[in-house]
């Protein structure tokens, strides 16, 4: 692997421009709210009451600087892959032999979201933890997320044509011979694609959820319910969860395979729209008991909105839902599993599926189900806490549970 004194790149750290923050500012001053009546618990969307609170302090007391400096304590660089614009975050591991490894995000995610686990993974023994387990973390943006701005000249990115550029990135850019990969959501997809196509040159994958690869394609892709009925005959628990996951996944499925670019027009032109918009998810998607600020405090939301904001990507950023289903997911080879790589998986309580109540259940029905089935995985571990942001949320068991997935696999 390439040493950290010869690493190959100039970084370039991140700088939005002045007048970028003054243009975001102007815009947030003159936002006019809807008419939101009977809306307090959030039942309809976001409330009007709620983001007006949010909108004056991202206008008047949010400082990007400061989370720009933060950000900037990383190593940060952009570099052509395949003629693809990549931006990506490094942090050299400490420890006798530090295994490459790069962590993919999904959506409405940012690079940021990683930052609670990544010094942790860099350097075990600084919060107690053993030296042999430090990782080189590499953090790269999804193209057209975030920085270094919105992807421009390739309309069709999707999930599996991200993990070829990764595979680029970490053994031509960089030079690696061998890496290791981590993601959740769509980054969890990218990871399961490179276990997939390139497991000779992985020690393995450590992923979220356990989506099957193949979980967009199909003519109905959007309806996350698969067209599955509700029937009289179902436990009313069943029931209850049923609608509860539906009412969770489904617009948002919905819209942005079906109509993001629409939706795009007016998140592009209103910061205060925008930052609705991913309220939302990061609301119901967390597991917050009802109270976001248990999650993520409001300068940390903003922070994920204004890197969406002043890189005018919120439109590239959905694209990917579409052409997930648009240039469908096709297998390299026949053999089972699908995923060949070692893969690790950490589950959440949050997003049990219906008649599951505890983390013992959960696994079981993983490692017996058949999402089981695609993957060659040697450590299913579930926690009763965390939602959908699992390293932001439960730090402690990702990283707890992505060292163990790579013990007895590094070189």
């Given at each position: 692997m390439t040493p950290a004194a010869a690493f190959p790149l100039e970084p370039t750290p991140i700088r939005v421009p002045d007048q970028v923050l003054e243009d975001l500012r102007a815009r947030l001053a003159l936002t006019r709210p809807p008419l939101d009546e009977g809306n307090e618990?959030?039942?309809?969307?976001?409330?009007?009451?709620?983001?007006?609170?949010l909108v004056a302090h991202w206008r008047d007391g949010y400082d990007w600087r400061a989370a720009e400096a933060a950000i900037?304590?990383?190593?940060?660089y952009t570099v052509p892959v395949d003629?693809?614009?990549?931006?990506?975050?490094?942090k050299p591991g400490t420890g006798p032999a530090p295994v490459p490894l790069i962590l993919t995000h999904g959506w409405p995610w940012t690079f940021w979201h990683w930052s609670k686990v990544i010094d942790r993974l860099a350097d075990p023994a600084?919060?107690?933890?053993?030296?042999?387990d430090a990782f080189e973390v590499i953090v790269p943006s999804l193209p057209g997320f975030g920085f270094p701005g919105p992807l421009t000249g390739f309309p069709d990115i999707n999930f599996w044509k991200v993990s070829d550029l990764w595979h680029t990135l970490m053994t031509q850019t960089l030079g690696y011979e061998k890496y290791a990969a981590g993601g959740c959501d769509i980054g969890g997809l990218v990871s399961s694609q490179l276990g997939h196509k390139y497991p000779d040159e992985l020690y393995g994958?450590?992923?979220?959820?356990?989506l099957p690869l193949?979980?967009?394609?199909?003519?109905?892709?959007?309806d996350f319910a698969r067209n599955s009925p509700l029937t009289d005959d179902q436990p009313a628990d069943v029931r209850a969860r049923v609608a509860e996951l539906d009412r969770r996944w489904a617009p948002h499925l919905a819209v942005h395979m079906l109509d993001g670019a629409t939706l795009a027009h007016g998140l592009?032109?209103?910061p205060a729209g925008l930052l609705a918009w991913l309220l939302e998810r990061w609301n119901a998607w967390s597991d917050n008991g009802g109270d976001l600020a248990s999650v993520f405090t409001p300068d940390e939301l903003l922070t994920h909105a204004t890197i969406y904001w002043v890189n005018n990507s919120i439109a590239t950023s959905m694209r990917y839902y579409a052409n997930a289903n648009r240039y469908p997911w096709t297998p390299v080879h026949d053999r089972t599993p699908v995923v060949?790589?070692?893969v690790g998986v950490t589950l959440v309580g949050y997003e049990n599926p219906p008649g599951i109540h505890s983390a013992e259940e959960r696994v079981r029905a993983f490692v017996t189900g058949p999402q089981s089935r695609w993957f060659h995985h040697v450590n299913v571990t579930a926690h009763d806490r965390g939602g959908h942001f699992i390293p932001w949320e439960n730090p402690d068991a990702w990283v707890a549970d992505l060292r163990r997935t790579f013990r007895g696999r590094r070189p």
């Amino acid at each position: 692997m390439t040493p950290a004194a010869a690493f190959p790149l100039e970084p370039t750290p991140i700088r939005v421009p002045d007048q970028v923050l003054e243009d975001l500012r102007a815009r947030l001053a003159l936002t006019r709210p809807p008419l939101d009546e009977g809306n307090e618990d959030w039942s309809y969307g976001v409330p009007a009451g709620y983001l007006r609170e949010l909108v004056a302090h991202w206008r008047d007391g949010y400082d990007w600087r400061a989370a720009e400096a933060a950000i900037n304590a990383y190593e940060h660089y952009t570099v052509p892959v395949d003629g693809v614009p990549v931006h990506f975050l490094r942090k050299p591991g400490t420890g006798p032999a530090p295994v490459p490894l790069i962590l993919t995000h999904g959506w409405p995610w940012t690079f940021w979201h990683w930052s609670k686990v990544i010094d942790r993974l860099a350097d075990p023994a600084a919060t107690g933890g053993d030296p042999a387990d430090a990782f080189e973390v590499i953090v790269p943006s999804l193209p057209g997320f975030g920085f270094p701005g919105p992807l421009t000249g390739f309309p069709d990115i999707n999930f599996w044509k991200v993990s070829d550029l990764w595979h680029t990135l970490m053994t031509q850019t960089l030079g690696y011979e061998k890496y290791a990969a981590g993601g959740c959501d769509i980054g969890g997809l990218v990871s399961s694609q490179l276990g997939h196509k390139y497991p000779d040159e992985l020690y393995g994958i450590h992923i979220g959820s356990g989506l099957p690869l193949s979980f967009f394609n199909g003519p109905r892709a959007w309806d996350f319910a698969r067209n599955s009925p509700l029937t009289d005959d179902q436990p009313a628990d069943v029931r209850a969860r049923v609608a509860e996951l539906d009412r969770r996944w489904a617009p948002h499925l919905a819209v942005h395979m079906l109509d993001g670019a629409t939706l795009a027009h007016g998140l592009s032109d209103s910061p205060a729209g925008l930052l609705a918009w991913l309220l939302e998810r990061w609301n119901a998607w967390s597991d917050n008991g009802g109270d976001l600020a248990s999650v993520f405090t409001p300068d940390e939301l903003l922070t994920h909105a204004t890197i969406y904001w002043v890189n005018n990507s919120i439109a590239t950023s959905m694209r990917y839902y579409a052409n997930a289903n648009r240039y469908p997911w096709t297998p390299v080879h026949d053999r089972t599993p699908v995923v060949e790589a070692p893969v690790g998986v950490t589950l959440v309580g949050y997003e049990n599926p219906p008649g599951i109540h505890s983390a013992e259940e959960r696994v079981r029905a993983f490692v017996t189900g058949p999402q089981s089935r695609w993957f060659h995985h040697v450590n299913v571990t579930a926690h009763d806490r965390g939602g959908h942001f699992i390293p932001w949320e439960n730090p402690d068991a990702w990283v707890a549970d992505l060292r163990r997935t790579f013990r007895g696999r590094r070189p």
